[in-house]
């Protein structure tokens, strides 16, 4: 029997057999971004999670232990939507991933993505090679920086046309502008993990990764997912706005590989941003210990 640590003992039921987790008393501190304004990436107050020793989950039991956790009362008045699959597509899990969210700064992700299809890192914006900047955008979530370069690349329309390139269905994301601020923006959880798949070997694949948050270590992840399974093992974008909490990026899992993931959660206002980037932590940290199963 695997053991999961859990807040919560863990009921699954699975062929009709129904098996007991035992919780875990290990605790460590992470981060979650927090403020009454919008896209606030970058403050943050700590909130606990499991420890290095995390066992591993056979992939067989992931939707229930994701469900368990999106089930707790303080998260059940929002809406999720999850992707999660392999480099090479197949999935490991989804819940609404076709669904339109307001994905807040992940639509940085669309935007740098274009940028370096179009643009030469190497050139310049103002002074500033056009690969820091992307690196800025991105590492710190820095809204002007983004609405710069989108005005750079010419517009939306200018965007839609690198990631149809990409192979990326301009009919799961609108695009109103560069840095995720206006809740007119929409994406998919499907169309993000598409371009994080199809940026994983398209060009500008090293600056595109340079410029993601790494848990525990950078940027905007920098206090989270601290001293857990998931440090160094994560290269994922935020995105925060009032109600909106998102994270989609890249995981290095021992056995499936890079998993590429997405995650957003549209809550009401008033929802509590610890619990909601707890919960999103958990996930990714359950999915940076996934196994196959034997």
Same mark, same amino acid.
């Given at each position: 029997m695997r053991y999961l640590p859990q807040c919560l003992t863990l009921t699954l039921t699975i062929l009709g057999l129904t098996s007991f987790f035992p919780v875990t008393s290990s605790r460590a501190d992470t981060a979650t971004s927090f403020g009454s304004g919008d896209s606030l990436d970058s403050i943050e107050i700590p909130v606990p999670l499991p420890q290095t020793d995390t066992p591993g989950i056979c992939s067989n039991y992931i939707e229930p232990v994701i469900g368990n956790i999106l089930e707790r009362p303080e998260l059940s008045h929002g809406k999720w939507a999850i992707s999660v699959q392999t480099l090479g597509g197949a999935n490991i899990y989804s819940l609404n991933p076709d669904s339109y969210m307001v994905p807040a700064s992940n639509i940085k992700l669309l935007v740098t993505a274009a940028a370096l299809q179009k643009l030469n890192p190497d050139g310049q914006i103002r002074a500033t090679s056009i690969g820091d900047w992307i690196k800025v955008t991105n590492l710190r979530s820095d809204n002007?920086?983004?609405?710069?370069?989108?005005?750079?690349?010419?517009?939306? $329309?200018?965007?839609? $046309?690198?990631?149809?390139?990409?192979?990326?269905?301009?009919?799961?994301?609108?695009?109103?502008?560069?840095?995720?601020? !206006?809740?007119?923006?929409?994406?998919?959880?499907?169309?993000? +993990?598409? =371009?994080?798949?199809?940026m994983f070997h398209a060009r500008g694949n090293d600056v595109f990764s340079a410029s993601l948050p790494i848990a525990g270590i950078s940027g905007t992840?920098?206090?989270?997912?601290?001293?857990?399974?998931?440090?160094?093992? +994560?290269?994922?974008? =935020?995105?925060?706005?009032?109600?909106?909490?998102?994270? !989609?990026?890249?995981?290095d899992n021992s056995q499936y590989g890079t998993l590429v993931f997405s995650i957003i959660t549209n809550q009401p206002i008033n929802q509590s941003s610890k619990s909601v980037v707890q919960a999103i932590d958990e996930i990714v940290l359950r999915l940076s210990v996934l196994t196959k199963c034997q």
């Open positions: 002007a920086y983004a609405n710069v370069l989108l005005r750079y690349l010419g517009g939306t $329309q200018s965007v839609q $046309q690198a990631l149809t390139g990409l192979g990326i269905d301009a009919n799961g994301y609108r695009l109103r502008d560069g840095s995720g601020l !206006s809740r007119n923006n929409l994406a998919t959880p499907r169309t993000l +993990v598409s =371009t994080l798949r199809a992840l920098k206090n989270r997912l601290r001293h857990t399974t998931a440090e160094g093992m +994560v290269r994922a974008k =935020t995105g925060t706005l009032r109600g909106v909490r998102a994270l !989609s990026g890249y995981i």
